[in-house]
């Protein structure tokens, strides 16, 4: 008979799909402003980065007053003299430009990388701490191109590009202010132009963002498709369809680099109509400018100085063109990350959670309890259940696939409410406790056993983070797994590989046991723990778990009789409901679902 846990399906639609196209054609930069308070955690640094960047683009405004004194002054046999110190005082003010340009580079820079890092951190924190129905419906390989492609976007725009606006800016404000005390008519035809520059910045960052939203929506897609794929390539090669799924992964890059090679088209044709029209604008009041030199409006070094400027404002607006782009594509990477920050999770602590009793004794209880995944409301899983499962009993559940069994477990563990009726742990309902607090007081062995790409003594670990070697090791003994383990190159220190794809299905069974041997939880929840062992293993880890079952409340979804026999109480699961219950021989001999279910596993076997 096959007892196998039941499945439940999932959606493929990500969270986050890009918004209706009304509600994105305002460049938003609100996500951008999130980041100050991570910012604020580096005030000092940030504030010696925007001192250097001022100090940078002041030393550059004071060049053209020196330009137009020697010009005005220098070229003459009086002041022949002066031509050295003119010189000099360049010199200084170069220097000065580049200390302050390579401190604001490396400030700026470490800053962006500090940024991203924290930012990086509390993502796949709080990640971590999502409910299950997050996880039901979002898809991996996504979440793992937020936290790599969209964290460098905005590392990208925090480490340079930010810092880039601002100096330009500076430039910019500096520049056309500096225009202004050199020469108000000539002022009057380069601010007149700002209008005409600035508005279709603002239209083009629009599409940019968009585009750029697009771009990172179809990257993530492709991610998540190759994260599947990747992670199971035997399957793949085992079906044949490596060339289908290269197929369609090189289908999704395509659509990712057409999103991005839009988003490219846009900042160019941005960049292109800003430099245009901004250097139009120069040569302009250049040759006005010409026309007040000849008439004497103007000396030749005053309007040196004005040109001067009015290269420094436009270059600087031109600039702030071109990060401009680069600042709405951070503006939507931050806007996909911020969107995780701010999914609640459905199951946490409430704000004054009840205490569990200390020592915990391990008792469950079932009252009514009605419950549908997320995914399909409309299919109930486990139907008005009830049962109880007293200190140091050992319950098993059976019956036939999609009957509601590892449901149990995933209402007991609070990865999910009930619909309706209570589950309680120590006599305290679920809901009024702390998540944390619950799970550390059970120990799970799941039927598909987790191994982590990291050594044998840190996946056993990860049971009780705080244990020591030589209980790690004990643990192991008591799971009869340390005979593969001593076999192996390093021992306990050898890596398994990612999945443990270097252990066979028996082995990482047998380190999930010595796992939750390692936890000491005064309750046990066994997911056909025996399943993919061999009847040799299935022997001596058997007797493991008949010892580890001694001493604590023990749940056991059952496949393979010899682990139901030593049960004290078999529950039989159909459509969500109890139909039979008693020991191995009362319902052995009551002709019922379980007999039936017996008999064709003996059969079979």
């Known amino acids: 008979m096959s007892f196998a846990s039941e499945g439940r399906g999932g959606l493929d639609t990500p969270i986050g799909t890009p918004p209706p196209a009304g509600a994105s054609r305002r460049v938003k930069l609100q996500p951008l402003v999130r980041l100050l308070p991570y910012i604020g955690r580096y005030r000092g640094r940030a504030l010696a980065a925007l001192v250097s960047l001022v100090v940078a683009a002041l030393t550059t405004l004071v ?3 020196a330009v137009r004194r020697m010009i005005d002054f220098g070229f003459s046999a009086e002041a022949a003299s002066l031509i050295d110190s003119y010189f000099t005082v360049m010199i200084a003010i170069v220097a000065m430009l580049a200390a302050s340009s390579a401190m604001r580079y490396y400030l700026v820079t470490t800053l962006g990388d500090r940024i991203v890092a924290d930012l990086r951190g509390d993502v796949f924190a709080h990640l971590t701490r999502l409910s299950s129905t997050f996880f039901d419906t979002a898809k991996t390989g996504e979440m793992v191109s937020r936290l790599t492609a969209d964290t460098t976007q905005i590392k990208s725009a925090v480490g340079a590009s930010v810092s880039i606006a601002l100096r330009n800016l500076v430039l910019f404000l500096g520049g056309a202010t500096m225009m202004v005390v050199t020469s108000p008519r000539l002022s009057l035809f380069v601010l007149g132009a700002i209008p005409v520059i600035v508005l279709p910045l603002v239209g083009f960052g629009r599409a940019v963002r968009r585009q750029s939203r697009a771009a990172q929506d179809t990257l993530a897609d492709a991610t998540s498709y190759a994260s599947e794929l990747i992670g199971a390539v035997r399957t793949v090669q085992a079906f044949t369809y490596e060339s289908l799924g290269s197929s369609r992964f090189r289908s999704a890059v395509e659509r990712a680099y057409d999103a991005a090679r839009g988003a490219t088209r846009a900042r160019s044709i941005l960049t292109a109509i800003a430099i245009f029209l901004i250097f139009a604008s120069v040569v302009l009041v250049l040759w006005v400018g010409a026309q007040d030199v000849m008439a004497q409006h103007i000396t030749p070094g005053r309007l040196g100085q004005f040109i001067l400027y009015a290269v420094f404002a ?174 192996m190159p390093q021992g306990y220190e050898t890596q398994v590989g990612e999945r443990g794809i270097m252990l066979s ?101």
């Open 505 to 605: 299905g028996g082995q990482r069974q047998r380190i999930a046991i010595a796992r939750a041997i390692l936890r000491e939880a005064p309750l046990l929840l066994l997911d056909e723990a025996t399943s993919a062992l061999d009847a040799e293993s299935e022997t001596l880890v058997q007797q493991a778990l008949t010892r580890l079952m001694q001493t604590r409340t023990t749940i056991v979804i059952a496949h393979r009789l010899a682990t139901v026999q030593s049960c004290d109480r078999i529950l039989v699961l159909d459509k969500g409901r109890i139909v039979e219950q008693g020991t191995h021989a009362e319902l052995a001999a009551a002709g019922g679902l379980y007999a039936r279910l017996a008999k064709l596993q003996f059969e079979v076997g």
């Open 63 to 65: 060049v053209p007053v």
């Open 314 to 487: 436009a270059g600087g607006l031109g600039e702030l063109s071109q990060v401009w782009g680069e600042i709405s594509q951070a503006s939507g990477a931050a806007e996909r990350l911020f969107e995780i920050l701010e999914i609640e999770p459905e199951i946490k602590a409430p704000p004054v959670p009840v205490m569990l009793p200390k020592p915990s004794r391990g008792e469950v209880s079932f009252k009514d309890v009605r419950f549908a995944y997320p995914t399909r409301p409309d299919a109930a899983v486990l139907d008005g259940l009830s049962f109880q499962v007293k200190a140091g009993e050992k319950l098993a559940v059976v019956g036939p696939s999609g009957a509601g069994k590892s449901t149990i477990f995933h209402l007991i563990l609070r990865f999910y409410d009930p619909l309706s009726g209570t589950v309680t742990f120590d006599g305290v309902n679920l809901p009024d406790a702390d998540p944390a607090d619950l799970r550390s007081a059970i120990a799970l062995v799941p039927q598909d056993a987790v191994v982590f790409a990291a050594s044998v003594r840190e996946n056993i670990r990860f049971g009780r983070p705080d244990a020591s070697d030589a209980e790690i090791e004990r643990a192991a003994r008591d799971a009869h797994a340390s005979e593969f383990i001593e076999r």
